[in-house]
């Protein structure tokens, strides 16, 4: 079997650039090529281009993907880690769900019902790194997205709760001067504010107040962090990058 760039490309929804720039990289190259020097693809190849997408689907770097792969002579025991590693995420994935369930049973209730169990009830299955290493990676600040990998690394499942805790406690604490009508100068808002960049820098990576301030801007520009976020309350990203703004 042998598949040119163009059918490769419609059998895995890669694009033809992408697998161009993959074979650039070394990340996966076609093993063999036509008399005229188009790239022809064989069954290792395609096998080899799976597994660089579920690593990215893991959030793997494509710069480290390469040497993962290439680390393990034993394939079949290399997809079985990824295989174990997805089942992981899809009961992330089973407990995001869950938790748009709950949200929008709060919806229905009204946020000012909300109790303390209920704010758990929305974050269960949200991994609170993804985000923000996405954020870092985005920015090139690529110190911090290694301390905040070296962190996370060694936690532990209390570690994670207590986390959860914390930032469960900070939504409720902000919600409820939003919906009390304070501006986002109110002195105790800002101290929310302090609280939240506090949070960051104590367990993932130094955050700065320019830091916090796009990550701020981010969490009203990206609709995955907006949609997050309002399910505290209807205008809270809004409220939280606005009070991030002018701290």
């Not at 290792?44 to 660089?52: E, H, K, M, N, P």
């Not at 469960?168 to 302090?194: H, W």
């Amino acid at each position: 079997m042998a598949l040119t760039v163009g059918e490769l490309s419609r059998a895995s929804g890669v694009t033809v650039r992408t697998l161009h720039h993959y074979d650039e990289i070394g990340l996966c190259r076609p093993s063999h090529r036509t008399a005229a020097g188009y790239r022809l693809y064989d069954a290792a190849d395609v096998l080899r281009l799976q597994q660089v997408l579920v690593l990215r689907e893991l959030g793997l770097p494509l710069d480290e993907i390469a040497a993962a792969i290439d680390a393990t002579p034993d394939r079949a025991a290399l997809l079985r880690r990824h295989r174990q590693a997805l089942v992981a995420k899809r009961g992330r994935i089973e407990a995001m769900l869950a938790a748009v369930d709950a949200a929008l049973i709060a919806l229905e209730k009204g946020p000012t019902t909300m109790q303390n169990e209920d704010f758990k009830k929305l974050f269960d299955g949200f991994d609170p790194t993804e985000h923000e290493a996405e954020a870092v990676e985005r920015w090139g600040e690529t110190d911090a997205y290694k301390e905040s990998a070296r962190r996370t690394k060694g936690y532990t499942k209390a570690d994670w709760e207590r986390i959860k805790t914390e930032a469960q406690a900070q939504g409720i604490r902000l919600r409820d001067l939003m919906l009390a009508g304070k501006p986002v100068t109110d002195p105790d808002v800002q101290a929310c504010v302090e609280e939240h960049r506090e949070h960051i820098t104590r367990w993932f990576y130094p955050c700065s107040k320019a830091m916090q301030k796009q990550l701020g801007a981010m969490y009203v520009a990206d609709p995955r962090f907006k949609a997050n976020l309002d399910k505290i309350a209807d205008g809270y990203a809004q409220y939280l990058s606005d009070a991030i703004a002018v701290s």
